[in-house]
């Protein structure tokens, strides 16, 4: 048996696996999601919530941006508090008041710290027994805790509505007045946030430990890391070394077999005549453009609003473009124009391996491309459009790649793993249609992630890793039958640890230690392939040097090479440094999240786009002379700037917000009193030179692919020879 079919056997065995460990543990973050109850009542038989009023405040909390404004378990903004861990203190506060009041006749406040300590004593006894009666569906809380509630619900009713008392925080929380303006719906948004505190406070029948495995952490409520936490947290960190060591033997025994390649005397790619359909292809990257630079101007506008709240250098922007506003389309305008750039280079470089272009190819661009103008231009359409255009994109791609699948040659195990991503690209975003508005919230986590870390840093990985690879061999550069098996190898290693590593995301999200333990395993070893990147970056920088006319895709290659630094830095390092248990137990939501997702998203697979765009526009634009001036520029600006951003703003900042959460408790790092501190507003000040010149790297970018289609400039006297013959669409 073949060294590739083995390795294909191999792959195949995972996946299948891995998927269903992976919907197994759906099924057991189903059955053991905390209740919703039928209704909350005291007592004394007082109703206070019922389980429409949790549903409805949670479909208003969505209205009003969800998890872009605050956040629930630890997931969405990071400027508003986390509204689970600010009821929960907020309410255990009311009830030692009330307690202190019943007890000694005083507020607590008056109490010396003796007497306080010894309230604080008897408050976990008080908060996290479980009343809920699943057989009637009441969740019943004494009448004293029914007093607790009513003050913090009055509390939310009055901040989200527009009393005059609460502007100031309102300001600190970049929140727009009068955000929730029915008063009925501001009472049900209460009855929602009640509930994710209540989870997060509340133990599992028969257990010592919460429905969110005692997260987040608060002394006041005993809410501190589990046993498993600790346990899965060493298990995650062997589990590293020793992926690490069996990977460094793999690379110790193979990396002297590998055969030199003698690079042609010509570039290759200069004999592929680009097709009508490819040539249609153009447009997606002055869209990949377009798209950028509004992700970028709403980014400038979000962290602003972290310093002024409601308004924009003095302009009362928020009452216009809220923070959650802002942040929604910013978040969402990342992926978009990343993924617009890799859709468009599956459309072009399809054809080009095959030598074929399908009937009405072009045809199919165009539509395809009017698809994902009614997604922009449409304020995004819906999750529905884009699905049934990433289906119509796998449908062309796959269409054009068939034939190259059927010749059997050396390229095939390549061409049939990027036709095989296309086609879990197309199925996998579908991952996000599976949740409706009243779905659990712990599953709608479970299949959000499907999505966020499967879809992006799974399927998308596999596909750019086979058209880098078919790339270099077209280049002349490597040999098929090696490069095919590095790729295999390279998906297995990858999917190992990326498939079940997607837990990691769920550890906190309502669900059991089951959860933990898979993940924590299987994240560490993501990580493992990252450790040994540096020989991915030096491959890529010895093949952009390996002749003279590679010289014309210098640029393309540098971006490879910044792709790898990232992925160790910003998806390794800074990855696996809130991925194990204890970590993200404190770090959750916190800075140091946006810190790996900044630094992982746009510095592994932004660049990524970037240089397979840069590799596709050399070949729709090959006789123009490349301005070397802009594309520096571009290559440094965004690299230094994106480095800027991380190491003065995101990690200082995030280092204090965890410091905080470990001294006081998770609420007090999201807490106003803690982000309005001068030194929080110094550091966020300090992002200003990072973002400015990652401003004017994206502005020399869009320059430079401007003055490509400019008449007359910077033309030279190349010539494209046809390898490929024209084919009418």
């Given at each position: ?105 005083v507020p607590v406040d008056a109490l ?24 009637s569906g009441t969740l019943t809380v ?309 999505v966020v870390h499967l879809w992006v ?273």
């Amino acid at each position: 048996m073949s060294t590739t079919r083995k390795l294909w056997l191999g792959l195949g065995a995972l996946l299948l696996a891995s998927f269903a460990v992976l919907l197994w543990v759906g099924g057991e973050v189903h059955r053991h999601a905390p209740p919703v109850p039928e209704r909350v009542a005291s007592a004394s038989g007082e109703v206070l919530y019922t389980r429409a009023d949790i549903e409805t405040g949670r479909v208003v909390w969505q209205s009003i941006g969800g998890m872009q404004l605050g956040s629930i378990w630890g997931h969405g903004g990071y400027v508003a508090p986390d509204w689970s861990a600010d009821w929960l203190h907020r309410e255990a506060l009311a009830q030692l008041d009330l307690l202190s009041l019943a007890t000694h006749g005083v507020p607590v406040d008056a109490l010396d710290d003796a007497a306080r300590t010894a309230l604080e004593t008897r408050l976990p006894a008080l908060v996290r027994p479980n009343t809920f009666d699943p057989d009637s569906g009441t969740l019943t809380v004494s009448d004293e805790r029914a007093e607790a509630i009513a003050r913090v619900a009055a509390h939310y009713q009055a901040l989200f509505g527009n009393d005059p008392a609460y502007d100031e925080l309102r300001e600190h929380y970049a929140m727009k007045h009068d955000t929730v303006p029915d008063a009925e719906h501001r009472r049900q948004l209460a009855a929602f946030f009640f509930w994710t505190a209540w989870a997060a406070g509340t133990e599992r029948p028969g257990a010592e430990v919460t429905y969110t495995s005692n997260w987040p952490a608060d002394a006041l409520v005993g809410n501190a890391p589990t046993s498993g936490t600790f346990l899965w947290t060493f298990f995650s960190i062997l589990f590293l070394i020793a992926g690490i060591g069996l990977l460094g033997w793999y690379h110790a025994v193979g990396h002297d077999r590998e055969d030199q390649v003698h690079p042609p005397a010509s570039d290759p790619l200069a004999l592929v005549r680009v097709t009508p359909s490819m040539k249609a292809v153009a447009k997606y990257f002055w869209v990949v453009i377009a798209l950028f630079l509004t992700q970028i101007l709403l980014g400038a506008l979000t962290a602003h609003y972290q310093v002024e709240g409601h308004d924009f250098y003095g302009i009362a922007l928020s009452e216009v473009l809220p923070y959650s506003l802002t942040r929604t389309w910013h978040t969402q305008l990342a992926v978009l124009w990343i993924a617009t750039a890799w859709l468009g280079t599956g459309l072009y470089i399809a054809p080009a391996i095959s030598g074929h272009e399908p009937r009405f190819q072009r045809l199919g661009v165009n539509l395809l491309f009017a698809c994902l103008l009614v997604i922009v231009v449409g304020a995004f359409a819906g999750q529905w459009c884009l699905f049934i255009g990433l289906l119509l994109w796998r449908v062309l791609v796959g269409r054009a790649l068939w034939p190259a699948m059927r010749k059997g040659n050396e390229l095939k195990p390549i061409v049939t793993l990027l036709f095989l991503s296309t086609v879990c690209i197309g199925l996998f975003y579908g991952a996000g249609l599976m949740w409706g508005e009243h779905t659990h919230l712990s599953m709608v986590e479970y299949w959000r992630w499907w999505v966020v870390h499967l879809w992006v840093e799974g399927f998308f990985e596999v596909f750019a890793t086979a058209v880098i690879a078919f790339l270099f061999v077209k280049l002349g550069l490597l040999r098929a039958t090696s490069a095919s098996v590095a790729v295999l190898f390279a998906t297995i290693v990858f999917m190992a640890g990326g498939v079940l590593g997607t837990l990691h995301h769920l550890y906190f999200a309502g669900t059991t230690t089951a959860v933990i333990a898979i993940g924590a395993s299987f994240s560490a070893l993501e990580v493992v392939p990252l450790a040994f990147i540096g020989f991915e970056a030096y491959h890529h920088f010895k093949l952009g040097a390996a002749t003279p006319w590679m010289q014309r895709y210098r640029w393309p290659v540098l971006f490879f090479v910044a792709v790898a630094f990232w992925n160790l830095v910003g998806a390794g390092l800074f990855g696996f440094l809130i991925n194990p248990p204890l970590p993200l137990y404190y770090m959750q939501g916190l800075n140091l999240t946006p810190l790996h997702g900044h630094t992982a998203l746009f510095g592994v697979y932004g660049m990524l786009g970037v240089g397979l765009m840069l590799f596709c526009l050399r070949g729709l634009k090959p006789q123009a002379r490349w301005s070397g001036r802009l594309l520096a520029t571009t290559f440094w600006s965004l690299n230094i700037g994106l480095a800027g951003m991380a190491l003065f703003t995101l990690l200082p900042l995030g280092i204090l917000q965890v410091t905080a959460a470990i001294d006081h408790g998770y609420w007090y790092a999201r807490s106003a009193e803690f982000m309005q501190q001068p030194i929080i507003d110094l550091l966020v000040w300090m992002r200003v030179p990072g973002d400015t010149l990652f401003s004017v790297g994206a502005l020399a970018l869009a320059l430079f692919v401007a003055r490509l289609w400019i008449p007359g400039r910077g033309r030279t006297a190349e010539t494209a020879v046809s390898a490929v013959p024209e084919v009418e669409a």
